[in-house]
């Protein structure tokens, strides 16, 4: 009898569609390759959606998803519906209701793939990012509305649980890359939350006599990824800065077309969710030419994640060796569509 | 008769000290030759102040500040006094009690420096950074300090005259820099605040005809600026933004050692601030080896606030041309100390 993961997908809008599309067939050949099986629960809860029902997702979404063994998700967003609207609705109630406080976000330089600095050859950068509570909150407000005394508020939150626990996430992380972590902060400028932030890194990092925290200024960890990148492997970092920091790390790797995105309940009591760090690019979607990368790498931290160890390294070499055959999509400046560069994955997977 | 500035001079701490004592005798040798004086009041404020009389500045420091002509300041903090202690004791102070709302930070590639991307050859980046509100309060705390159920919270406040001064002065800068302003936002995560951002920068900036607002999302823009910086000339953002993506323009144009910041209050109702980015570095102070471009920029900006526009141009030539013949500070990968930096300024003054 063999193994199956039921796993709900949501392409969602534009390109997500378009990259979980393909790689969902990577994901079943991989499978099949390693004696497991993969049932998808495809979901089109997406914009359209929205426009049909004034929600994102059903009433019972997140009951529905939480008898899975995990969420896969393209990218939501379109340019009819306010992005305040798709994302409050759909991705960032899934990573609070099943607790997904662990947001990872590795990053390296991939075979046939430029980076930002050409003469870097090393870049390999986890960001552990604090992903349910932070900066990203629905504490606040307009005052005033339409007059001129009009003024909108907006709260942080952050608590020492939330902290404690993914700072020890980060420090487990870190202690099997290096040994540093660099922690994100703005203790300097942010006087009520960041400083709390600090104490609650070096409290719980404390506990692992392997590993030292890097504390250092947002701003000039932004600098410090820029000129340095190679000096930098483990952050870990609150909901927002988490959020623009991988982002800039993936600039430094030359796209953000590769990037994966793992959102993890650590504990495993909810389902966790896997998603590229793209966006749902309107501009291109529906012409075959998104790039799948980031894509089949969130379902290689899936597989991992589900405890397919084998088929997850194996779809992750797949991806790399087509890369390094010089095979890529227009936005890495190849030629390959979608589909051919899928279908190249495919045959090297073993 | 010599029209004379009074500038209050606030060396502060570290290499905040080496780098304000060269620049002021260059600014006072351009002043020179360009038939104006410059009347220093230097103000020991610091963190040995602090140590002494438990606070930044004297109780009347502020308006001590205010007969004046302008603020240049070096850098202040130091590992004994917690930043937070340091800064919200004087800087923050300073830019809020002045209404100091600009905060200009320009940046491009100068001669003999290596960017970050060593392809790229005419970046010209202006940052406009809300300076006085946003993320940056003072109002929030604590809950249940010393308890497992310990919290801490922090209100960004963004009100609608502080984003339309802003936006003005951002739209104003735009027009004449290629007619697009970059608006970093985060309206899709930060739901009360960033989609308020968004509304009032578009409705301030509709009444620049010239001017056409580009919205993008704070990680992308920090991806893109990695990516394409060239793609960027005027970007307008909020405090902690601004803070983020200013140093992170630095690093691209290949250091922060360079870059300066002018804390403007446009209307001139109270004296502006001009410092250097860079912060104390306790490391390298009073070795003699800190680099003073970013010291020299802002002084230069001061003096173009002035409204002594030839001598700011006179000295930034200086500084550029000195840097151009491969004269450099060892940060910069040159042998010049700071003192022979400025020497050779000095020299190239007209
Ligand atoms: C020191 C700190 C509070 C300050 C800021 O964030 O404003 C600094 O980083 C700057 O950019 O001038
Ligand atoms: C869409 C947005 C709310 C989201 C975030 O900031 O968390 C996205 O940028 C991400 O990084 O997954």
Redesign the pocket.
Known sequence: MTRTYTIDSIPGDGIGVDVTDVAMECVDAVAGLHGFGVSWRVRDWNSDFYVKTGRMMPVDGIEQLSSGDGIYLGAVGTPDVPDDVT?WGL??PIRREFDQYVNLRPMKLLPGVTGAMPEIEDLDIVVVRENVEGEYSQIGGRFGAGTDAEFAVQESVFTKAGITRVARYAAKTAAGRGGTLVSATKSNGIIHTMPFWDEVVARTVEQFPDVTVDKVLIDALAARLVMKPTSVRTIVASNLFG?ILSDLVAGVAGSIGIAP?ANLNPERRYPSMFEP?HGSAPDIAGKGIANPVGALWAAAMMLDHLGEEAAARSLTAAFESTLAEGIATPDLGGSATTLEFAREVRSRLR
Chains 1, 2 share one sequence.
């Open positions: 994302l991705l960032i959020d995105s760090v």
